[in-house]
């Protein structure tokens, strides 16, 4: 049981900074990025390719990070040209162009077998032990990253970010650079999903192309908004819910005696109406964003 | 004002993605294996305690129809066991969790298994993308996993716990490339989907081509999805071989197969891998007199289980991936029986002891020092009258 517990909240952990990377994107910034799994994928692979030519993972996400950050800095650039909506469907268009070359490059990504057997984290120990030491890493990782992203959001930065969301106009016209605001935030959240990412071909031990599919950023998409878009605690707290969602409903099937197929058909059914619940009672998510009002009353 | 727009936005978000989420449940629709004709046999009453093994399958996902074949396959092994004499004097059970088609929860599925239902050995899954990192965690568990669906031969290297009753691709290549040797073709075009399944077959069969002497003249890996495939065609026909190498399913292999036709591709020996898997979608007049192999559900064996399955749920196969499940349940309770005990362990040194002597539904199911089945039945055939005929 101890062992099943430690596997959901590493999962969780993993979503969990996936979330607070898109939340600052679509949640603080107002950029509808539908190609977030692209940086995951960046990530991903960068340390499963460098492990099976038996370079350390460290540098496997110290390489993830720089690509994904200048990825992310040029589909951050990219919004100077195009507005709001072409953006959202470039940063799909992205993601499809990061699965297909994933795809193509059998010799350097393994085509569409992937990649498999990519070593884990704290390869020394075993059993509980090991997964208790990978739950401590990625648990004390997603702090790291919830300092980060709460900072962002709090500080000067982060309320020019809001004003770039609701009134990209307004913000040029105060003489932020708004293009430069962008870029900078997508590397911040494209470093952040590649560090996710990362975590995530260790934890699963395989990454392909399938992974990468658009499905992917959806689910994340779901996390945010359930847990309230534009607020970094609601970003963990979707994670969170959405996860326990997922694998709490496994044990619905040992109280009901159904047979396997119907029991996962209702689950996921079950799955849909919560959220579905939780969208249309707490419209704003369960911890909504708070836009500082004080400062304007004073 | 911006908590209104930000509302509107939020719920405008969410409504289609919740519904983008639910709807990754379609694939299982409402008549699930549960639905059978005629009950299966009553367990035999001596029996006392219970046996359990876990199983991972799509239930759900884009693969939830080979899942609930799978779990037809677990059911009739089960009760055929349980309607015995059970597992040392024990009734079998089968935990069966769903992979939801993806490795994330194809692992929580088996961590839920292990670390909760304690069980000793594992079956499953169904894509090698998500059968390979669950026996890899299985290994390091030290729990035992039969994979009754994957073909990659990245499962060779899983583990000496880690075992399958489904031949891989340098099994089904060999004998492919063995029939296409002895037929007299010396240059083959191969058109197959871009991905893991396709690329498998491509490498096995072109290895083994070659070694036979035969030369391949373009390999093609289609996108899945696509409306048309003339380029690809053009391409395997302006390579000029000997003969034409495809496996296809599914909507593109309706496609796929009209236009071999109307390009003129059949004029030369079309061969199709796994043909049951497109011909009879197929447009009769655009398939008709194409040879290709199939696995052989015909043995002694596999026709009283196949007629126990029609009578179980009043239907055909829908996939051929029901028999290897049946068989890896039915190995692996031979296995705990000889072993003695549900001792992981001894159940991974019992196996392939008791393969040599196993009659599956599919065939023998000889498993080699990697623990993979090193032989499967497979048959040529050819398609007459619309019919496929095997030769």
Redesign the interface.
Known sequence: ????LL??GI?AAVYAINALSLNLQVGVTGLLNFGQVAFVGIGAYSVAILDSHGVHWAVGFAVGGIIAGVAGALVGRLGRTLSSDYWAIATLALAELVRLVA??Q?GFTG????L??VAGLWTNL??TARDTATFATIAALLVVTYVVARRVRNGQYGRVLVLIR?NPDLAASLRHDVVSAKARVMALSAVMASVCGGF?AMY???I?P??LLP?AT??V??MV??GG??NTTGAVVGALLITVL??GT?FVRDWID????????I???V??VV??GF?LVR???LVP?K?RTAHARR | MHLRRNRTRALGLAIPLVLALSMSACGSDSDGASTKKSALPAANSSLKGEIKIGAVLPLTGTNATIGKDQQRGIELAVAKINEGDGVLGKKLVVDIEDSQGTADAAIQAAKKLVSVGKVSAVIGEYSSGNSIPMQQYLQGQGVVGVNPGSSSIDLRSTGELQFSTIGLDDVAGKFTADALTEKGYKSIAILAPNNSYGTGIVDSVSAAFEANGGKVTTSGLYTEGQSDYRQELNRLKDSEPDAYVVTTYGKDGTVINKEIFELGLTDKPVFDIYMSQDVPDADPKSVEGRIGMDVNSTSADGQAYADLYEQTYGENFISSFNGYAYDAVTLLAEGIESAGSADSAAIAAALPEVSKTYAGVTGPVVLDADGQRSEQPYVIAEVKNGEIVPQ
């Open positions: 049981m101890v062992d099943y596997g959901v999962l795809l193509n059998d085509g569409a077998q992937g498999s057997a075993s059993g609701e995530y699963i031990s395989f392909g399938s992974q499905f959806f689910l998409f779901t908004v359930v878009l534009g997922y694998d496994r159904i047979s396997a197929d119907q029991a996962a058909g689950r996921i059914l799955i849909g959220l579905l969208l419209t704003q998510g964003e836009v």
